[in-house]
């Protein structure tokens, strides 16, 4: 199916080698904006170029194309540990809002339907944004957590965060969207941490508020 971005017809094909370019181009966009959110250094252009040759020749990738042949989107669909996982997902800032993002997930997903009823995406829970969009596509966030140790001992960069008990941490992003509320959860939790809280405590204090919530409803 083709459609309209203000005038101009976009069409969502599979991308080849010789889309090389076109692709290199997106992908680097892709880890361009991403990294500059989280505070990262920015790489050029040809660091990915081994990457994305790969890609082309292991993985899916879909493009959304105008009628000039330029590609503003793209979508990578692995196969790894027996799952199919969307890698990435992109559009160029300018044609965002107009249903691009959309057709390149029903792209894949119909793609991955022929041979698997599940589709898998890895999220990092500071990518407000991202979470937003694949929540708004009918995702469900599970429980993958991922463990990692700072060698030099130095948690500065991180944000606490609860979970049953435990208390994971997050990296902090140089640009953050959270809400005002979410703000302010992360904020009383790393209160709660430094004046000596721990996990437990919170989970304990979660539920008495719930149960309190639940006996006056
Ligand atoms: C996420 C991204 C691909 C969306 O592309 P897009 O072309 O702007 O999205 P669409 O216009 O197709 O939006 C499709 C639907 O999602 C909704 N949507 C878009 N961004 C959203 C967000 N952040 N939160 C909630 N809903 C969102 C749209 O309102 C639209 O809803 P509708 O179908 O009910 O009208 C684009 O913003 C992008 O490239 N962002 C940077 C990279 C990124 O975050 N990728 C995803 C993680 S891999």
Redesign the pocket.
Known sequence: MDSNVEGKRIVIKKADKEDLEGFLDLYAG?YR??RLRQGLRQHGREKYRGDVERYLSMDKVFLAETDKGEAI?FIRVSEREDCYWIE????KPM?????????LVEKAENYIKEHDPDVY?M?LPQ?R??M??W???GYSLLNTVELAKNLDGNKAGTRPIPLLGSILEMYRWAKEDYTPLEKKYLELVEEFQKRGGGGKELLEIFVNALEQHFSKV
């Open positions: 892709f904006d991403l989107g990435e997902l992109y559009v044609h965002r809002g107009k249903g691009v993002g959309r057709r995406i999220v990518d944004r991202a937003g969009f929540l708004h596509q």
